[in-house]
C-alpha cells in the first residue's frame, strides 16, 4: 500500500511544484508588463528611442524637456531616462540632444545626476538647472525625500545667442 501512495504523492508533489513555478512566472509577468513605459511625447521622441535601441524596452518613465543648451538657437532635448536594471531598483542616464533641421543627435551623457521627479527645469546656453527628490540622510532607499537644486553644467557651448 505505501508503494500506491508514493507515486501519488510524488506526482502531486512535481504538480505543486509546477504550479508555484508557472505562479511566480505569471505574475513577474503581468509587474513587468506594468512596469513598462515610453519615452514622453514630443518632438525628440523618435530620436531618442532611436538612440536607446534594445535599452528602450526597460525603460520605466523618460520625461524629456525641451530649450536651448547648446546656444544656437534651436531647441534641445534633455532626456531623464529611468530604467529597470534587473533588480527591485532603476538607473537614470540623462541624456542630452542637440536640436537641428533633421531631428535631435545625441550629444553627450550627464554624469553625476542622482533622484527622482525631475522638475522645475530650466535650460539655458551652458547649463540646465532642475530639482530633483534624493535620499535623504535617514531615508529607506525606497522612500526619497529630500529636494534638491542641481546645475547640469554643460563645457563647449556657445553661452550667448547669436
Known sequence: MTSQIRPSGMRTFRARIFLAAAT?????????????????DGPAKRDIERHLGRKAARVVEAPVFYGDFN???????????YAETGG??????????????????????????????PRNVAIRPGAIDVTLTTLGPRDARCCPTQEKNLTIEISGVRRGRR
Open 71 to 81: 546656444g544656437d538657437g534651436r531647441g534641445d532635448a534633455v532626456a531623464f531616462i
Open 24 to 40: 511566480t512566472l505569471l505574475i513577474g509577468a503581468g509587474f513587468a508588463g506594468i512596469a513598462r513605459a515610453e519615452v514622453a
Open 88 to 117: 527591485n531598483s532603476t538607473s537614470l542616464d540623462v541624456l542630452l540632444f542637440t536640436g537641428g533641421p533633421d531631428g535631435f543627435r545625441f550629444f553627450r551623457r550627464a554624469e553625476g545626476v542622482f533622484g527622482e521627479g
